[in-house]
């Protein structure tokens, strides 16, 4: 649903709120996956390899959130929030790479 959005050229800020959906999402698959015990179910490096894909998910869906709010704030021009947006962004994608 997000790629379509992307795609079809929607509003930043529905793209914001479905980017922020997902990273929500991840974020609980990622709690779900601490609390389940799926470690003694699946092998070790299945399980580090979904704890990963969550991490990272979770991250660049923020990311994207982040992106676009900042460009809803550039076409506000409220560039304030613009650079606290973009200058977020760039802080969470340093710190998931």
Known sequence: MLEKSLI?????????????YLRDVYKQCREHLDASGMSDIVSVSRYKEWLR??????????????????????????????????????????RSV
């Open 53 to 94: 894909t969550c991490d990272l998910k979770c991250e660049v869906y923020g990311a994207l959130a982040m992106l676009h709010l900042g460009c809803h704030a550039d076409v506000e021009k409220k560039m304030g929030a613009r650079f606290d947006k973009f200058f977020s962004n760039r802080t969470v994608l340093i």
């Open 8 to 20: 079809d050229h929607r509003k930043d800020t529905v793209i914001a709120k479905l980017a922020v």
